[in-house]
């Protein structure tokens, strides 16, 4: 499968941006799909990921509350909405794909697309 991640952009701060990232190739539904971030100087770090069939997700005690993750399989994209933006929350996005479901666990993911550039300014 093949990921694409898309809709990043200059946002203030308390702000939302809502992200996109969209799959071709294999059944998209044989997996959970993951959002993570980098920050420059920074370990790539877990977001939010959502089962196959939108039922169950997970999201990192940094972003809960704030940020929701859906998809849409028919039309093969996993969105996150991202409310309240901080400055922390400054980062490259991407999304992976995962056969093992919604796991904060990195390695369990792979195809990994290019990511997309979220800043929030102060």
């Known amino acids: 499968v093949q990921l694409q991640a898309s809709g990043g952009g200059l946002v203030q701060t308390g702000g939302s941006l809502r992200l996109a990232c969209a799959a071709s190739?294999?059944?998209?539904?044989?997996?959970?799909v993951g959002w993570v971030r980098q920050a420059p100087g920074k370990e790539r770090e877990f977001v939010a990921a959502?089962?196959?069939?939108?039922?169950?997700?997970n999201y990192a005690d940094a972003v809960k509350g704030r940020f929701t993750i859906s998809r849409d399989n028919s039309k093969n994209t996993v969105y996150l909405q991202m409310n309240s933006l901080k400055p922390d929350d400054t980062a490259v996005y991407s999304c992976?794909?995962?056969?093992?479901?919604?796991?904060?666990?990195?390695?369990?993911?792979?195809?990994w697309g290019p990511g997309t550039q979220v800043t929030v300014s102060s």
């Open positions: 992976g794909a995962s056969p093992k479901g919604p796991t904060p666990n990195l390695i369990w993911y792979s195809f």
């Open positions: 190739g294999r059944t998209f539904t044989n997996y959970a």
């Open positions: 959502i089962n196959w069939n939108g039922m169950t997700s």
